[in-house]
């Protein structure tokens, strides 16, 4: 089942299950933006990382001194107990909140929100994090939209690069061996606003930066110039991935990262991890704009 939004430019859909941007359709020319989620390559669209991002070493954390198995991503990834609250023309409104279920994994009592709006060729997704409970909530959100890419018959990967409104100079944190966070870094960019994709550029697993200045990144093509922007002023962090040789990219906004293999299991110590008062909320969105119509 899907949900789906109008605008005079653009077509979008998002899946009941685990609430993801499952289809970004140009009304002009009916070209598709987003990875269609082929099982055998990638069976996602845009997964919604909610209230971890990546792997927990060892598959668990601590909090308050117990072990908690909260999976890869979280725990909205693939839920089927998503529910639409509210709708208008513009915008769509799904809420997950806490169960016994879900305090079995994660001790926290807590309703969080998804808003997807559309406004001609603006996807705008907030993120509404309420803590119901009577102790400071732990957690972390963010974005994994995959993009087609090439977007056209005949086109390369290498024909496409990522850019960023200032010259950057940041490296990427190389995951280890069981997909966490190393203290081992790479050059990526030195004093470049440009990332220029290639087959081999994932073989190492997601680019992971954590100092960039830029906070949108346009998806371009050589030739042809900007694709699709993505806007994340209320990130901390930006994560660029693809299955090697695959055709697709991910543009990822994280507040958090996967658990270092340094790690203690500490959840509360967790790198990128947020705190949240008892009775509180707070709300963080990024837009993806589609240029190229």
């Known amino acids: 089942m ?3 939004l109008l605008s005079d430019s653009l077509s979008i859909e998002i899946t009941k299950l685990g609430i993801e941007l499952c289809s970004i359709k140009s009304k002009k020319s009916g070209l598709e933006y987003i990875w269609q989620a082929d099982p055998s390559i990638w069976g996602s669209h845009a997964p919604v ?3 971890i991002i990546g ?5 668990y954390t601590l909090i308050n001194g117990k072990k908690y198995f909260i999976p890869k991503h979280g725990l909205v990834r693939n839920s089927d107990k998503v529910q639409l609250i509210h709708s208008t023309e513009n915008t769509l409104q799904f809420r997950f909140s806490w169960d016994k279920e879900t305090f079995e994994k994660y001790p926290f009592q807590f309703q969080f929100d998804v808003i997807y709006s559309l406004i001609d060729n603006c996807i705008k997704v907030e993120h509404i994090v309420e803590n119901l ?3 400071t909530m732990y957690y972390s959100l963010g974005g994994h939209p995959g993009f087609n890419c090439p977007l056209h018959p ?3 990967y290498e024909d496409y690069y990522l850019s960023f409104p200032f010259k950057e100079t940041d490296g990427t944190w190389l995951l280890d061996e069981n997909g966490l966070v190393s203290d081992q870094q790479k050059s ?3 004093n470049s606003s440009k990332l220029w994709l290639n ?4 073989d190492h697993d997601a680019l992971i930066f954590k100092n960039l200045k830029s906070k949108k990144v346009s998806l371009n093509h050589i030739k042809n110039g900007p694709i699709l922007s993505l806007d994340f002023e209320d990130f901390e962090y930006l994560g660029v991935w693809a299955k090697p040789g695959a055709p697709f990219v991910c543009i990822e906004p994280w507040l958090g990262i996967a658990d270092s293999s340094k790690s203690d299991h500490d959840f509360k110590s967790k790198e990128g991890i947020l705190e949240l008062a008892p009775k509180k909320s707070e709300k963080k969105s990024y837009s993806i ?3 190229s119509l």
């Open 154 to 156: 005949g086109e390369n």
């Open 2 to 4: 899907t949900y789906s």
């Open 55 to 59: 792997l927990l070493k060892d598959g």
């Open 133 to 135: 409970g009577d102790q």
């Open 199 to 202: 087959k081999n550029i994932f």
């Open 49 to 51: 990382l909610f209230p």
């Open 188 to 190: 990526i960019l030195e």
């Open 289 to 291: 704009i589609i240029e």
